[in-house]
């Protein structure tokens, strides 16, 4: 049943297959494929133990394990005998397959090996002959792939680049090539025109190589093909240096040296010149007739040491190989610097024959190498020293000051307001703002002084041999020639600076140390005004650390939460009634304990955090002012904005929005303004003044006297309110000049039709005076001071209702 199920399936495969019975591993039925095989006719196969049909010792282990069942696919290489009794190679998988429920069979599956076999013995007979044709070779062989690894080479090979036995017997590509690098005189150009062969993979060249042993080698290199692609390159490699014994032969190779681009000259053994390529005639400027016949000695010199080219002659006689730099004297009484290499080449009978010269011009490497020492010292800009070499000429004078007990000091030099010349003018003309600027200062020093850019317009001074009288005739000089007027295209314009200095020892040992007194120094200049100097003293660090801990703490409260806001009271003078409130930040810090506004505010401000502290205000104020709208007892609440939150591109966006999204009525909000806001670019501050007015926010001035007071915009502007500060009304009503003061504020508001808010008021006397005036509402510790929201309701229940 068997046989007859699985032969026509069998009999339609290219394979051989048996079908061999698991019980008694006898063979079922086999298919044509496999009575070819084995040149056996069917008959002779079916009923045969599959064992008799192998010609291995092993066959017997592998079918007992079949049998043992220890398998049920099996695939391995064997033989079997054919009917001639010769072994057939074979590959074999011999699989278990159940064609009926209750009975299985071993179906073989046999795929003749003998193709493949002789295939691979053609195959390894052609390598055996490739390699005896490589070794036979009387040329240098060496084969790489497109990467540049190498894949063979010949002995002869080896012989000519004298190749270490350890590279021989061990396999190591860049130790090999690293060996052939260190054999050529010209180490640069080698390397160079193996690159120049790697970029073009179908370059076919040849070209001249000259050994530190004095060997000459002629290489010549194709690629390698395979389909139609390059797959490597073959290098081949002929000792001509036997070629160039004589006259007639050196012509030949100068076919080959007139298309270097390195300079070559050839001399006799007496060292006079006996042929030169036109590489060597370009560099030197000479005709082919002065050179000819003369010694490199004519043409070659080291300033620094005359006999220079005697030791080189001497040099190469005995080792046979010279490399270094030298002079070269040109036609036009010029000179330049090249990179040389001589070698020296003998005879059969070991007699000096000729020698070779290699030379290339290093006008081009020494101008790199000058710039890249340029740039690594020197600031791009100005040409002035940068903090490196600031740094190495500093610590060798820092040094000899130590030895000998001298003194020097440090200048730490910020323009003043620089950021607007770059920000109006362009940075192309504030850098050249900034090389005049270095052009002046370097006016005001000695030889033995060091100016260095830091960067931006910050620039540093070393001073050798300075105390502290030489430290300040010298800022005054430097301060003097700043204030000289700057002209650049036809404009006329004023630059100052900042100067912080430090002095050796009493400031620092060392250069960063004094840099950073010289710094802390500068930096107090310019908060007191600028355009001065200042000489570091230590307190300085306590007083900026103290800032940088208190700037650090300031941000440390916003994140978690430690502001609040107080509200102080404004009370008409006519009922006593409540009329508004103003917002006053404060701050409870767990390690400072209660922060005074005086302290931070200005922090904040010369960091530019007012701005987040501003928001915060307003976001609170309103949030405040909305919960006592929305309780029916609706306050007016102001709060201080500062010149810097003012001035934010985005600023009435931020009041519109969280008036807006509060759902606050925009008259309960006010603004208080300085006026030194106000007089800041009018145009633009009066457009968003309006625009605040707009949204219905009402706007008032703060602290109105105290800075530049103006009646136009006063008139321009759409204010609604005064507020005079306490500096006037402490005086009240016994100071002369405070009651003049007030008096005509108030005046003056009334005629603009503005209302007055008297600041700081804690008498009854000078609650009365102001009443007595006209003045409209007071706030101050007379009433109360800030109050949390609270007990600020608790005052604002007890107080009067105010009058219709």
């Known amino acids: 049943m068997t046989r007859v199920v699985w032969r026509p399936l069998i009999e339609g495969l290219l394979e051989s297959v048996w079908l061999v019975d698991p019980t008694d591993l006898r063979i079922l039925s086999v298919n044509q494929a496999a009575c070819d095989l084995l040149g056996l006719a069917r008959q002779d196969m079916v009923g045969k133990p599959a064992i008799e049909l192998t010609a291995t010792p092993e066959d017997q282990f592998f079918w007992e394990d079949v049998a043992a069942g220890l398998t049920d696919s099996i695939h391995s290489e064997t033989l079997l005998r054919g009917a001639d009794g010769v072994a057939v190679a074979v590959e074999r998988r011999v699989s278990l397959v159940w064609p009926e429920a209750d009975r299985s069979v071993y179906l073989v599956g046999i795929r003749d090996l003998r193709q493949q076999r002789s295939t691979e013995d053609e195959l390894e007979q052609l390598v055996a002959e490739l390699r005896a044709t490589?070794?036979?070779?009387?040329?240098?062989?060496?084969?790489?792939?497109?990467?540049?690894?190498?894949?063979?080479?010949?002995?002869?090979?080896?012989?000519?680049?004298?190749?270490?036995?350890?590279?021989?017997?061990?396999?190591?590509?860049?130790?090999?090539?690293?060996?052939?690098?260190?054999?050529?005189s010209d180490a640069a150009l080698y390397t160079q025109r193996l690159q120049d062969i790697a970029d073009n993979p179908l370059l076919e060249a040849a070209d001249i190589l000259v050994l530190t042993n004095a060997r000459v080698l002629e290489r010549v290199t194709r690629p390698q093909y395979s389909r139609g692609q390059p797959t490597g390159r073959v290098f081949s490699f002929r000792d001509i240096t036997q070629s160039l014994a004589a006259e007639s032969q050196l012509k030949l190779a100068a076919k080959v040296f007139e298309s270097s681009l390195e300079a070559i000259f050839i001399t006799r053994a007496d060292f006079t010149i006996l042929a030169v390529n036109p590489a060597c005639l370009g560099l030197t400027q000479c005709p082919p007739e002065k050179l000819l016949g003369a010694s490199p000695k004519d043409f070659f010199f080291d300033p620094q040491n005359p006999e220079l080219l005697t030791n080189v002659v001497a040099r190469l006689t005995e080792h046979g190989f010279w490399r270094g730099q030298l002079w070269l004297r040109q036609q036009d009484l010029g000179a330049c610097a090249v990179q040389a290499s001589w070698v020296l080449l003998r005879d059969?009978?070991?007699?000096?024959?000729?020698?070779?010269?290699?030379?290339?011009?290093?006008?081009?490497?020494?101008?790199?190498?000058?710039?890249?020492?340029?740039?690594?010292?020197?600031?791009?800009?100005?040409?002035?020293?940068?903090?490196?070499?600031?740094?190495?000429?500093?610590?060798?004078?820092?040094?000899?000051?130590?030895?000998n007990g001298g003194g020097c000091g440090v200048f730490f030099i910020d323009l003043d307001r620089f950021k607007n010349i770059n920000d109006s003018m362009g940075h192309n003309f504030g850098d050249r703002v900034l090389v005049d600027v270095a052009q002046r200062?370097?006016?005001?020093?000695?030889?033995?002084?060091?100016?260095?850019?830091?960067?931006?317009?910050?620039?540093?001074?070393?001073?050798?041999?300075?105390?502290?009288?030489?430290?300040?005739?010298?800022?005054?000089?430097?301060?003097?020639?700043?204030?000289?007027?700057?002209?650049?295209?036809?404009?006329?314009?004023?630059?100052?600076?900042?100067?912080?200095?430090?002095?050796y020892p009493e400031d620092g040992h060392t250069l960063d140390t004094l840099i950073k007194c010289a710094d802390t120094a500068m930096y107090l200049v310019k908060a007191r005004g600028r355009g001065s100097f200042r000489f570091y003293q230590p307190q300085m660090n306590v007083n900026l650390l103290s800032h940088i801990k208190m700037d650090h703490a300031m941000r440390q409260a916003m994140e978690r939460n430690l502001f609040r806001l107080a509200y102080q009271p404004q009370i008409s003078l006519a009922c006593g009634s409540l009329l508004a409130a103003e917002a006053l930040i404060r701050w409870t810090d767990d390690d400072l304990g209660v922060v005074s506004p005086g302290l931070f505010i200005p922090l904040a401000e010369a960091s530019g955090y007012i701005t987040t502290l501003g928001n915060w205000v307003l976001e609170e104020?309103?949030?405040?002012?909305?919960?006592?709208?929305?309780?029916?007892?609706?306050?007016?609440?102001?709060i201080n904005v500062s010149a810097l939150q003012f001035q934010q591109p985005d600023f009435v966006d931020i009041v519109a929005a969280v008036v807006s999204i509060a759902?606050?009525?925009?008259?309960?909000?006010?603004?208080?303004?300085?006026?030194?806001?106000?007089?800041?670019?009018?145009?633009?501050?009066?457009?968003?003044?309006?625009?605040?007015?707009?949204?219905?926010?009402?706007?008032?001035?703060?602290?109105?006297?105290?800075?530049y007071s103006s009646l136009a915009y006063l008139k321009r502007f759409p204010i609604s309110k005064l507020k005079i500060d306490r500096s006037f009304v402490t005086g009240l009503p016994d100071d002369e000049g405070d009651r003049a003061i007030v008096s005509a504020t108030i005046g003056m508001a009334r005629g603009l039709k503005l209302k007055v808010v008297a600041e700081g008021v804690e008498t009854t006397a000078q609650r009365d005076y102001l009443a007595s005036l006209g003045c409209e509402s007071f706030q101050g510790f007379l009433c109360a001071p800030g109050l949390p929201p609270d007990q600020f309701e608790a005052l604002m229940h007890s107080l009067p209702k105010p009058l219709r």
């Open 134 to 184: 490589l070794e036979s070779t009387a040329d240098g062989i060496l084969v790489s792939d497109m990467a540049g690894g190498i894949r063979n080479y010949n002995r002869r090979f080896a012989e000519l680049w004298a190749v270490p036995e350890a590279l021989l017997l061990t396999r190591n590509d860049a130790a090999l090539c690293a060996h052939l690098t260190s054999q050529v």
């Open 348 to 403: 059969d009978a070991g007699q000096v024959s000729h020698s070779i010269g290699f030379f290339r011009d290093l006008t081009e490497e020494h101008a790199a190498q000058k710039r890249i020492e340029q740039l690594a010292y020197n600031d791009v800009l100005t040409g002035l020293p940068n903090r490196l070499l600031l740094s190495q000429r500093a610590e060798f004078a820092l040094r000899v000051a130590e030895r």
């Open 663 to 707: 759902g606050l009525a925009p008259h309960l909000l006010e603004l208080e303004l300085t006026e030194s806001i106000l007089i800041q670019d009018a145009n633009e501050t009066l457009g968003r003044l309006h625009a605040l007015a707009a949204l219905g926010v009402a706007l008032s001035i703060d602290d109105f006297g105290t800075g």
């Open 621 to 638: 104020a309103v949030r405040q002012a909305t919960l006592w709208q929305n309780q029916g007892t609706p306050v007016t609440v102001s």
């Open 441 to 503: 200062l370097l006016r005001c020093l000695r030889d033995t002084d060091t100016l260095c850019r830091l960067g931006g317009d910050e620039f540093v001074i070393f001073l050798q041999s300075m105390d502290a009288r030489g430290a300040e005739v010298l800022a005054q000089r430097i301060l003097e020639a700043m204030g000289q007027a700057f002209h650049v295209d036809d404009m006329q314009f004023s630059v100052g600076c900042s100067i912080g200095i430090a002095l």
